[in-house]
């Protein structure tokens, strides 16, 4: 039976000690997932679970001094996940978070995981996130914010709705309502505040609406969100990233899942990054990391039954 994976993320961030926190409270499942990162780590955790290093085999990370090392076996630890994925061993991956700019230092030439597993795996992926009060999914979201005029294409839109569908259909919402926030203020006041809403993003969306009957034409992001955590949208589309992870991280940063959508696997990820001030003093929460566990598994049984 495949398994699900672990990587162990940044070696010097709250990655290790997340990880750790779900194996203890989880004794019983440890059958069930396999964790890969650097081997002298690997040695502490519980009898029972499958563990695969990376990384030279005497390397000790200092929690919350990232280093060179530490960066190549975040590195090592994706692809090895990726490739067990692609040979059957493993049945999806939930990921340790990793220090974009360490990546960046060692070579890594993508700006984040996602493109990472996209590259890999193949796939047109989508980031959302669930989990906590709100659902959520980006249009664009490593993408320099003056340049997300340019993605506001037919065919971002269709991808970014339909996985918002799928992922709302996921929770056993059979019709989901789903919002679009506007790019510019007031979604552009009727032309007053700019006018991408009138001449790009509703014709696009009234074009989507006869397959995805609960779309909505562009709303204002200012409150969209508000309007779902009332009960109006099952989710919201955001256009950038700040536009979405602002609210999301101020509502629910300590549940919220990332999760990648439009991937031949799943991949989740907690939605905090390596906190390496707080690394190594006991104090991080492995909510996220456990939450992304459960989601990670409900996608794996909906693609069973599908
Ligand atoms: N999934 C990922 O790989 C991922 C996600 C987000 C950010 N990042 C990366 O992480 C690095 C640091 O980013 P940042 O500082 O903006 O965000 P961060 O999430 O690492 O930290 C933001 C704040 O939240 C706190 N925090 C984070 N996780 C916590 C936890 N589990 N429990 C308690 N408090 C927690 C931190 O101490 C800090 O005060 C960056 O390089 C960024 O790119 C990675
Ligand atoms: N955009 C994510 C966030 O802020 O939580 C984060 O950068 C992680 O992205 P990847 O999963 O692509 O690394």
Redesign the pocket.
């Known amino acids: 039976m495949p398994k699900l994976a672990f990587t162990c993320g940044d070696p010097a961030g709250v990655g290790p000690e997340i990880i750790e926190a779900w194996l203890s409270a989880h004794a019983a499942e440890l059958i069930a997932v396999a964790v890969i990162g650097p081997a002298r780590w690997l040695a502490t955790l519980p009898e029972g679970v499958d563990r695969v290093a990376v990384g030279p085999a005497d390397y000790a990370a200092t929690p919350g001094t990232p280093d060179e090392t530490g960066a190549r076996i975040a590195l090592a630890a994706m692809e090895t996940a990726a490739a067990g994925c692609r040979d059957g061993r493993f049945a999806g991956v939930v990921?340790g978070?990793?220090s974009?700019a360490r990546l960046a230092d060692v070579g890594y030439p993508?700006?984040?995981?996602?493109?990472?597993f996209a590259d890999r795996w193949g796939g047109a992926p989508a980031?959302a996130?669930c989990g906590g009060k709100l659902r959520v999914v980006?249009l664009t979201?490593?993408v320099p914010l003056l340049e997300v005029g340019e993605h506001l294409t037919p065919e971002n839109f269709e991808r970014t709705v339909a996985a918002a569908d799928a992922l709302a259909k996921s929770e056993g919402i059979a019709q989901p309502r789903i919002a679009v926030c506007g790019l510019n203020p007031h979604a552009g006041e009727g032309g007053l505040l700019g006018d991408e809403e009138l001449t790009t993003i509703d014709p696009i969306l009234d074009g989507l609406r006869g397959e995805f009957p609960g779309l909505s034409r562009t709303l204002s992001g200012d409150t969209a969100f508000a309007r779902q955590l009332r009960g109006e949208f099952d989710v919201v589309i955001a256009l950038y990233?700040d536009q979405g992870?602002a609210p999301l991280?101020v509502i629910d940063f300590d549940e919220a899942v990332?999760v990648?959508l439009g991937l031949p696997w799943v991949?989740t990820?907690p939605?905090?990054?390596t906190a390496f001030g707080i690394a190594g003093k006991g104090v991080a929460s492995a909510t996220s990391f456990t939450n992304a566990v459960t989601v990670a598994r409900r996608l794996m049984a909906v693609r069973a039954t599908n």
């Open positions: 990921t978070p990793v974009k993508f700006p984040g995981q996602t493109e990472f980031m996130f980006l979201w490593h990233h992870l991280k990332n990648t991949r990820s939605d905090h990054g």
